[in-house]
């Protein structure tokens, strides 16, 4: 058997036991899951495609791969896509999970990840038997670094690579010939500052995408997470040698999914309304969260907000807890989130407003 660390989210049951407690009942801000419905459009979408008899293609449809990189030229100015440079995964974890097993990767070989970071990057790494590195510094790359992930915007912190920051991490990327990833997904929930510009912008890897991928995942911005909606897009080659591998292990987004990503990828609409819908979250949270002394750190972007009041970050999961709402604990994101906690925007306005009165209060 894999022998990995334990899954982070079971340390949580105690809190939740507690929070569940509260006689207004639990506001759940610890996973970061959307509460609002699939939009209609998405939902006629796949109504329409029921009939699935045969089997998909790996690489998804032409259709579906047209609509992605129509995305990314509308959507993400990254032209110069082309159908041979995109695939469908199965939402974005897996492939996250996933792609050192792809590139081959084993013992002796680094994976570069956040210093704090969703946690599947550094498990990635090690069910390959390679050495996970979280650094955010590329001088510190070492010259055996296989693969390199960035999370702009990020999760926990909502932090935004500038172009500047992400072109750096490319050229280091390239001069050590080792594969960069930028896992993309909440590229479109901006807050605050500079937008977030794709690792595939010209602006950033320049005239080809040579050894840089950008992983996106439609569970947010559409509210898809149920339908595990997910692509990734770059370079050809790698591309190409990924699909390979994902056709023998049957790694397949089903064609009902194809037809609801494709309205989706279509409609601007529903993304800029479920934007709105979590602007009015996060300003009614900030505040009083700050009422309460914590300070928000960055969190310019995506779908949380990353707090301290300079404790460890378990007992201030406990001080939430008390008060029936649940957070996620910085220290599972890596040591440098050991004093924040990580309070998420999916939940209806109306337990966003629960959890404002009580920390009002
Ligand atoms: C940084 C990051 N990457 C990937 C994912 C996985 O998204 P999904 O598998 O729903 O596409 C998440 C989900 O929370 C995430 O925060």
């Not at 409609?267 to 009083?288: E, F």
């Amino acid at each position: 058997m894999l022998q990995l660390p334990d899954f982070p989210w079971n340390a949580l049951a105690p809190a939740r036991e507690r929070a569940s407690a509260h006689p207004d009942g639990l506001v759940d801000l610890s996973v970061g899951s959307p509460v609002d419905p699939t939009p209609a459009v998405i939902r006629n979408a796949i109504e329409r495609a029921t009939d699935a008899h045969g089997y998909p293609t790996t690489q998804g449809a032409s259709k579906l791969r047209q609509a992605i990189i129509d995305w990314y030229a509308r959507v993400r100015h990254v032209p110069h896509l082309d159908v041979t440079t995109t695939i469908p995964t199965i939402g974005s974890k897996e492939f996250v999970g996933l792609l050192p097993t792809f590139l081959g990767l084993g013992r002796g070989d680094v994976v570069v990840h956040p210093r704090v970071a969703y946690p599947t990057y550094d498990i990635g790494a090690r069910v390959v038997g390679a050495t996970p590195f979280p650094s955010d510094d590329p001088a510190e790359w070492p010259a055996n670094t296989k693969l390199v992930w960035i999370n702009s915007p990020a999760n926990p912190t909502g932090r935004v690579d500038s172009i500047e920051t992400l072109r750096a991490a490319v050229d280091r990327a390239r001069e050590l010939g080792a594969v960069i990833v930028n896992d993309e997904c909440y590229a479109l929930l901006t807050w605050e500052g500079d937008d977030a510009v794709s690792i595939l912008d010209p602006r950033v890897s320049g005239d080809t995408h040579d050894g840089v991928l950008a992983a996106y995942s439609l569970s947010k911005q559409s509210n898809l997470a149920g339908y595990r909606a997910a692509f990734v897009a770059g370079d050809r080659t790698l591309i190409a040698g990924i699909l390979e591998t994902r056709k023998h292990l049957g790694l397949i987004t089903p064609l009902p999914v194809q037809a609801a990503m494709i309205a989706a990828l279509g409609d601007a609409d529903h993304v800029a309304a479920q934007r709105n819908a979590y602007a009015k979250r996060r300003a009614t949270l900030r505040p009083a969260l700050e009422t309460a002394g914590f300070t928000v750190d960055h969190s310019e972007a995506g779908l949380y907000l990353w707090v301290t009041r300079a404790e460890k970050s378990f007992d201030t999961v406990d001080w939430f807890a008390d008060r029936g709402i649940l957070v996620a604990p910085g220290v599972i994101y890596g040591d440098d989130g050991a004093l924040h906690v990580r309070i998420a925007l999916t939940a209806t306005d109306e337990r966003i407003d629960a959890a404002a009165r009580r920390l009002r209060s």
